[in-house]
């Protein structure tokens, strides 16, 4: 059974539509690269995977939960589901130790000793542990958003959404944000990840969806999407976007 | 001219000032829990709690819309009419707490809302309920926002608290009146009472900026330092 079932998602924003219809589905351990232009419903995607949007029609599986199911417990499954976003969020009023330590605190209920071996370790993962007690407004683009995946993490979440983990970062942090979640992705945690690094993409995904205009054009392997792709648009957008931002990762 | 000071008036006058500085902490305090309450209200009461929200509006449009010493005299000359009675101290708690709520709750729900969205989102996205998210991640934040103005009103509420003497509360301002009236010798005395509000305010005002700067977090500035 695949971990998460996403099913003819539909959202509207006024005369808008984001998405029309997308289904998609990530089996345990699986790293998914969703590519594609601006304004293409990508991020919309992500948010209504755990509701932080509500979705018009269509329907979310996390296992066998529905997610947007009538009496689903919806606090427990978004901690359940790590959320990554592109301007970090991190709480500006905690020190990097109490933002990754609030969830597990006041969500899984933990013990203040255990939750916070829980945020140290997380940070060590992320190997900012020396930055425990810094303010997000002290640390670099690429460190808060390591805290933020450390926030994540703490929850030891089913899955981790990413979305656009690095477009907020000046290109000399984006390696160490990248190289948290290739880390990641080999330690075989489950990721969706929206993203326009396509050196990550290519080395790190497992399938890559291409997405435009709401609906998902063509999706596979890397190979598959770079090599030969079946739809042209597919390969256009490869070339163009590979061009703007290079491909190293 | 020929000015005179008696020190004996000053003890009187301490008196007094006591009485200035309770009634001003208290209705600070009250005014707070409730212009909390109402701001919270204000922002975030909607759907089925909406008719809330059109309570917490209609009050704050109510009590910033009328006078502070209209309210004043409505609670201590009107009220008796219909059986309530208070002393002239619990009085000028009653409007300006009242009062003082309508302002404070303007100056919170500014504050929260400047609290950025994404932190709102970032806490429901942990897992957080919406009351969580509010208790731990905005209220914190707003509060911090929240102080500049707040010692603002704190230092207004003060002054303004010298209306009581209206009603025959014995507050700075109006032992200042009486003893005053007893001795002609009023420029003395106002200039006195106003020595010690100015002393206060002075007070007040260098440690609500040591407050600010104790609670000061980077990153979470007002007029833009340690953004």
Redesign the interface.
Known sequence: MPLLRVEDLHKRYGTEEVLRGVSLTVVKGETKVVIGPSGTGKSTLLRCI?R?TEPDRGRVWLGDTEVTGKGTNL?????????V?Q?F?????LTALDNVR??PL??KGLGKKEATERAMAELARVGLADKAGA????LSGGQQQRV?IA??LA?DPQLILFDEPTSALDPELIGEVLGVMVKLAEEGMTMIVVTHEMGFARSVADEIVFMERGVIVEQGSPEKMFRSPEVARTGDFLRKISELYGDAA | MNLVFDWAWLPQLGRGLVLTVELTAACMALGALGGLVLALLRVYARGWLSPLYALASAYVHLFRGTPLLVQLMIVHFGLPNVGIVFTPFVSGLVAMALNTAAYQAEYFRGAIQSVKAGQMMAARSVGLTRLQAIRHVIIPQALRLVIPPWSNELIYMLKYSSIVYMVGAADLMGVGRTIAAKNFRFLELFLVVAAIYLAVVLLLTLTMRWVEKRLRVPGLGTSGRGA
């Not at chain 1, 606090?75 to 959320?83: A, D, E, K, L, V």
């Open positions: 755990n932080l606090n427990r499954i978004r901690s359940q589901i790590g959320f976003f301007d969020n991190l709480f500006t009023h609030l969830g006041r969500v303010y997000p407004a002290e933020s926030r994540a929850m």
